[in-house]
């Protein structure tokens, strides 16, 4: 298959009147930087002298990041806590310049928060700060009521599950009936394992290379068995696409009735994968919404993912690097 680069260069001049909405986990990703030069004496263990540190949008909010980068219009549905680490995520938010009113304050939970200690480029640790238990039911009645609220507003659905408890059956039920019953936009879901029945009827799933193998129970070691995991998953979750990410390898595409198409990695160099499935569902469902085809969007999106992992931590792909990269 012929993609023509003119054609998605053409897509991105249309990002700017696209306005997408996306439903996950926020997280914020905290990052400590510093360097490395002596091992403890109190253990056999890297002492690391801190020269830096800084709050990302992570997780769905990443996504958010990403949408907003590329030149286009987003809002975030999702949960944070009743702490200081939530409202300094609002004030993130609000610096990008998108609305919160689709994120709900909870006091059962705190704010998700990723801290990694980083020293001479090489993550040397990570702390996780969650609570995953179900949201309670009025929480999951209020994110309802902004999805029934602004539905209308969107050209395209981005579901972010981190499986930190926001994405329920329940949740996901409820969008895709509003999604059946109104303006037909396409819905991108970037899944986790263990919730493959949430998801079906999407317009398109985007697991990684391990997460396809999960959920379709079939491990991935050569073309055959990548062509059986692409269709098990499509029996499963009856959806339009299936788009394994599979790093150093590229992609693979899977439509309905259609042979897989294959594409090729195009990272010179590949730093840090932190955050490359957010780019690629941002930037796949931008180009959904801007008319490309399914193809089209994930050659797209392969360009940006091509951007991200070139860089360390939580990074986005900017509009001028992305025509710059299709070049």
């Known amino acids: 298959m012929l993609i023509n680069k003119e054609k998605l260069r053409d897509a991105t001049d249309r990002f700017k009147d696209v306005n997408v909405l996306v439903v996950g986990d926020i997280i914020v990703d905290h990052f400590i930087w510093g360097s490395v030069s002596r091992i403890s004496p109190e253990a056999p263990v890297p002492v690391v002298n801190v020269t830096g ?30 702490d200081f680490m939530g409202n300094h995520l609002l004030e993130l938010l609000s610096e990008l310049g998108s609305s919160v009113s689709g994120v709900v304050k909870t006091s059962d939970r705190p704010t998700t928060r ?6 001479q480029g090489q993550q040397m640790v990570r702390f996780d700060r969650e609570e995953s238990v179900s949201l309670l039911p009025e929480v999951i009645d209020q994110l309802k009521n902004f999805i029934d609220e602004r539905i209308n507003d969107f050209d395209a659905v981005i579901v972010s599950d981190y499986s930190k408890g926001m994405i329920s059956r329940t949740l996901t039920d409820h969008l895709r009936k509003k999604l059946s019953s109104g ?17 079906r009827q999407a317009s398109i799933v985007t697991p990684n290379n391990l997460e396809a193998q999960m959920m379709s129970g079939v491990e991935i070691c050569d073309d055959a068995s990548l062509l059986r995991a692409a269709s098990r998953l499509h029996e499963i979750l009856d959806c339009k696409a299936v788009l394994i990410t599979r790093g150093e390898k590229g992609m693979a595409l899977l439509e309905r009735n259609q042979s897989i198409f294959t594409i090729p990695t195009v990272a010179r160099e590949v730093y840090d994968v932190t955050g490359a499935g957010d ?3 941002a930037s796949l469902a931008l180009g959904l919404a801007s008319g490309l085809n399914y193809a089209e969007a994930a050659t797209l999106a392969n360009f940006a993912a091509g951007i991200v992992v070139g860089k360390v931590g939580t990074a986005t792909a900017g509009l001028e690097e992305l025509l710059g990269a299709m070049k």
Do not use: W
């Open 183 to 199: 303006k037909k936009i396409p819905m991108v879901v970037d899944p986790k394992p263990g919730h493959s029945d949430f998801f």
């Open 279 to 281: 780019t690629v569902a």
């Open 114 to 119: 990723k801290t990694r200690v980083i020293a």
């Open 53 to 82: 540190e800084n709050f990302l949008l992570g997780g769905s909010a990443n996504v958010l990041n990403n949408i907003y980068s590329l030149g286009a219009q987003a809002a975030i549905c999702g949960v944070i806590g009743r």
